[in-house]
């Protein structure tokens, strides 16, 4: 079974510096990745997808994250953080049930962005 | 180009009974999927639709069904809800093995 740990559940920056959100995927076959984010009370939005393209994804808002097998890992970083940065993000691996598609979510971290 | 609507927004219900839950999916979609997300907690994936057959499922129980209609919306079942029903139930639309794109969510609350 494929599944992703999230590392931190709650990182806290100040506005303007990088924001690093890390998480590790295991896989028995190379993954789909994913980044969604959730503000208070909306639903998922899609931040970025790896499926086997290049290695360094980039996704919306400045965010970006690089796919490092070796390290089994999908970290999201943004150079600058905003104060509308401040949400809950969830790390995704994609998988089958049955013939369909799957999403498999991390537990989340919340990211607050500090003035 | 519409997104992914869901209805309603809220819900109330005591234990035991039932709930429909709807989705209508981006346009030009033909898959979609449904999560449930309890607090503080990431979704759950419940079963996804494509063509109008479920063809693939979740560790949810039976009394959790749904639908895909011909315009490829969607309905959430669920019967003799438990307190621990309550929760946001997400709908998700996608193409077969693309990015999967979601709705606002319906917050189902059981008492």
């Known amino acids: 079974a494929q599944s992703v740990t999230q590392l931190d559940s709650h990182v806290s920056v100040s506005e303007g510096t990088p924001v690093l959100l890390r998480c590790n995927y295991s896989?028995?076959?190379?993954?789909?990745l994913f980044w969604y984010v959730q503000h208070p009370n909306k639903g998922l939005q899609l931040l970025l997808k790896?499926?086997?393209?290049?290695?360094l994804v980039k996704g919306i808002n400045g965010f970006e994250a690089e796919f490092k097998k070796s390290e089994t890992s999908f970290h999201l970083t943004k150079p600058s953080a905003h104060m509308s940065d401040a949400a809950e993000y969830f790390c995704?691996?994609?998988?089958?049930?049955?013939?369909?598609?799957?999403?498999?979510f991390g537990s989340g971290t919340q990211l607050t962005v500090l003035p | 180009e519409t997104g992914v609507t869901q209805s309603p927004t809220h819900l109330i219900k005591t234990r035991g009974q039932q709930v429909t839950l709807r989705c209508s999916s981006q346009?030009?979609?033909?898959?979609v999927s449904w999560y449930q997300q309890a607090l503080g907690q990431g979704p759950q994936f419940i079963f996804q639709?494509?063509?109008?057959?479920?063809?693939g499922r979740g560790n949810f129980p039976p009394r959790f069904s749904g639908l895909q209609f011909p315009n490829y919306s969607s309905e959430l079942n669920v019967n003799a809800l438990e307190l621990d029903d309550s929760a946001l139930y997400l709908c998700?639309?996608?193409?077969?093995?693309?990015?999967?794109?979601f709705g606002p969510g319906t917050r189902l609350t059981v008492l």
């Open positions: 896989s028995s076959y190379s993954p789909s």
């Open positions: 346009s030009g979609h033909n898959t």
């Open positions: 995704v691996v994609s998988s089958t049930s049955g013939s369909a598609r799957q999403l498999t």
């Open positions: 790896y499926t086997s393209a290049a290695t």
């Open positions: 998700a639309s996608s193409y077969p093995l693309d990015a999967q794109f």
């Open positions: 639709y494509y063509r109008e057959e479920e063809n």
